[in-house]
């Protein structure tokens, strides 16, 4: 049965793979994940395709630029139709302010639903080694992850993306209504891939996850129905 928690990554870079997938994967699943590699190279079809299937979409472009370029490249996506649109928490409270002020007055004019806006706090590929290489060796990563998820909620943003370890904490610090999207999801027993802060789908869920970013451990199964069907079980 469809559950929207889990969003199925399509990274892919032809239109005929991204077909394919959501085909096989039918009825199962009704969140997808429309990223660079793929929106760099076929484009906005892919979003008017994915909703002419009843798809919903989390196009997942991280833009992190200065405030009114991150504002006006937000209100050039949301004319799309996108479910999700993310920005770099990285870049800022007033980039995220700016956007998110901006993101709601457009969408009001336009009299279109706004789409969701979230902050991408810190890659789940991130280790201890990449995040001492950036300088940053005074702070812990979960504790830059929780001051970027509040820093994203005062500046009226919906949720964040995270590891799904670092969920928990921030359900803790940003109340019950806060969105916590977490890739870095692998089945016990799974390639880790470039993946770094993981967790199992299940204790996704249970450390407070809303929605599960799911790319590799489906598309590369042998069988990635099968391989969705069990995510979903494990989700329930
Ligand atoms: O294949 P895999 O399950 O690792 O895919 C995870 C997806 O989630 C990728 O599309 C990646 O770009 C995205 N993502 C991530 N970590 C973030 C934000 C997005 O892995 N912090």
Redesign the pocket.
Known sequence: MADERLIV?L?FHKMEDVKNLVNELGDSVIFY?V?MELFYSVGAGVVDWLKTQNKKIFL?LKLHDIPNTVAGGLCSLMNLGADILNVHAAGGFTMMKTAADKLREESAKAGIVKPKLIA?TI???INQNDWSGLGYDSLKISEQVVRFAKLAKDAGLEGV?ASPQEAKLIRENCGKDFLIVT???RPAGSDI?D?SRISTPAAAIKNGANYL?????IRAAENPKLAAENILAEIK
């Open positions: 990554a990274d994940k990223g997942d991408i890659l789940t590929s993306v890739p870095g999801i891939n993946q970013v799911v790319g590799r451990p």
